[in-house]
């Protein structure tokens, strides 16, 4: 569904992205993990289509242009970005509203809206509240929602799960499991890595801009690498090291 081939992107004279390769099948859920800087948010909105890019992207055989975020939204690409980027100052559903305003299918967006309202109950309940004013958790379910309405193919997710309480946190990995499920393919920026490697099918770990591994998620969770880029240990100083997330505590889904 996607290829990503060679992507640069410069910040005027800093190179944030240094030629990424990187795929995604259809249905599957791929990860881009790594540790602050290494290029995941960079890279998922050149996807996007939201900033400027060197190399080629290919969605569905097509190429993909660079700062062609709304041509990129109508092809089916979808972008939860990280921060939710939902309008304070509107009500839930003014929010809702804004999901569907590339659609021409008035009546079919607005049951969309209503079925939205049913998947997620806390959102019909506040509807006419502010956005500003949902907790963290509500606010992320909402940003899903809104983008879920452009009924769009492939799903960007830059870190769904930043700022939440773990509980919460459960609570979206569940929801993304739950659209791959319902045949949604989705590509998700994380640094939650061992949450995120129990339930990705594969993973790409960045490093100052590069892809320095990839694999089944599952191999990755016991690569030293991982450890080294998030936990700053290297395999020289621990080589009988156990998983490289062992100390932490597992954090089982509902359910």
């Given at each position: ?6 992507l640069?992107?410069l ?7 240094r ?41 569905c ?63 019909d ?131």
């Amino acid at each position: 569904m996607l290829t990503v081939r060679g992507l640069e992107v410069l910040y005027g004279p800093i190179r944030a992205v240094r030629g990424v390769d990187l795929d995604v099948n259809a249905g599957e859920i791929v990860a881009l993990i790594g540790a602050n800087g290494a290029g995941k948010t960079t890279t998922i909105r050149a996807i996007a289509g939201l900033t400027a890019f060197r190399g080629e992207i290919a969605y569905c055989g097509r190429k993909l242009r660079p700062n062609a975020a709304e041509r990129n939204l109508r092809a089916g690409i979808a972008l939860v970005p990280e921060g939710r980027g939902i309008l304070g100052r509107m009500s839930v559903g003014e929010n809702l509203l804004m999901g569907v305003y590339c659609r021409s299918d008035r009546a079919a967006a607005l049951a969309d809206i209503d079925r939205m309202y049913a998947r997620f109950p806390i959102l019909d309940q506040r509807r006419r509240a502010l956005a500003s004013v949902l907790s963290g958790g509500e606010q992320q379910l909402l940003a899903i929602a809104r983008a879920l309405l452009s009924r769009p193919r492939l799903l960007l997710l830059d870190e769904p799960s930043l700022g939440l309480a773990p509980k919460t946190s459960d609570i979206v990995f569940d929801l993304i499991a739950a659209l791959r499920r319902d045949g949604l393919t989705v590509l998700l920026v994380e640094q939650k890595a061992r949450q995120t490697l129990k339930f990705a099918d594969r993973a790409y770990l960045l490093e100052n801009g590069r892809v320095i591994t990839s694999g089944a998620a599952a191999t990755l969770a016991n690569d030293p690498r991982v450890a080294r880029a998030f936990l700053g240990e290297t395999s020289a100083a621990s080589p009988a090291a156990p998983s490289p997330l062992a100390d932490q505590p597992v954090i089982r889904p509902h359910g």
